[in-house]
């Protein structure tokens, strides 16, 4: 019979963590997509009410409730493992951070875009949308080449 310990938790919740940072990540990189596209829909149009429902749905349903997983469950792996003793984690740490700040913008924008508030361009979006990438990049790095 299996028996479920803090030693066996570990994988189950290395999984979990793994999974939730695919789902933000998979978030992160749409909807600034999706803010491309909203730019050109035209303010009270049903286009531009579609792109309103999808941002906001994508945010609270995915993004967010991934984002808090992602997080919940990393500091269990970096405490438990004690990954939170060497370099590279403090700099994956540290990018993390900054990926959350990103994911704060993201949610203020949403907000402007849902009150027809925006008043950036498409070329911003198309630029900021590359910041999830370069940001997952880097960390992935970290995490498998643990590189100091």
């Known amino acids: 019979m299996y ?3 803090i030693l066996t938790a570990y994988p189950w ?3 979990l963590h793994v999974i939730a940072v ?7 990189l749409y909807l600034p997509r999706l803010f491309v596209y909203h730019c050109e ?3 009270g149009s049903k286009q ?4 309103k429902v999808m941002e906001r749905r994508l945010l609270k ?5 991934a984002m808090i997983i992602t997080w919940l469950a ?3 792996l970096a405490w438990s493992g004690d ?8 700099a994956k740490l540290t990018l993390v951070l900054v990926l959350s700040g990103v994911h704060g913008f993201f949610s203020r924008w949403v907000k402007d875009f849902a009150a027809d508030r925006n008043t950036r361009s498409q070329k911003f979006y198309r630029i900021i949308n590359e910041v999830p990438t370069v940001l997952m990049i880097f960390i992935v790095i970290l995490v498998i080449v643990k590189p100091f």
């Open 3 to 5: 028996e479920f310990t």
């Open 13 to 15: 919740i290395k999984a």
């Open 22 to 28: 695919i789902s933000w990540m998979a978030g992160m």
């Open 41 to 43: 829909a035209e303010v």
């Open 48 to 51: 531009s009410e579609t792109f």
């Open 61 to 65: 349903a995915i993004i967010n409730p």
């Open 74 to 76: 990393g500091l269990y």
């Open 83 to 90: 990954w939170y003793i060497y370099g590279w984690f403090h």
